[in-house]
């Protein structure tokens, strides 16, 4: 009897950290780890964003996305300490620059480890 109590005693607690496991929300808090970043996205154009490119020599990429206001990606790269310079490409349908059959636009920026960068698309189709 007291083998029987010991192992429901065992079952129950790992059921509790299973469940507590599976409750815990995922990390979007900017990456961490070997040199996340968190990319916020701000649309403020008429047409949504399908596709978010980060030019970052790795080419990280969102897609099947559809961006009506804003939205937060976190990614994991290898950038080391400090930052990278790169681009950021925004899909959208009627933006005026196309590349590889897909219209785009595109702002420098420099990412950090650790931190949110946001970039806005003005009602324009231009990045601020």
């Not at 900017?30 to 403020?44: A, D, E, M, S, Y």
């Amino acid at each position: 009897m007291k083998n029987r109590i010991k192992v429901f005693g065992i079952i129950a607690l790992a059921t509790v950290i299973g469940f507590s496991m599976a409750a815990c929300d995922k990390d979007d808090g900017g990456g961490g780890g070997n040199g996340g970043f968190t990319l916020k996205v701000v649309n403020n154009y008429d047409k949504p964003i399908t596709e978010v490119w980060v030019d970052s020599g790795d080419h990280l990429k969102e897609t099947g996305l559809n961006i009506t206001s804003s939205q937060s990606f976190s990614f994991e790269d290898q950038f080391g300490a400090g930052g990278l310079t790169t681009s950021v490409y925004l899909f959208a349908e009627g933006l005026d620059y196309t590349r590889d059959g897909k219209k785009y636009n595109f702002k420098d920026t420099s990412f950090e480890k650790g931190k949110t960068t946001t970039v806005t698309l003005k009602a324009d189709g231009t990045t601020e």
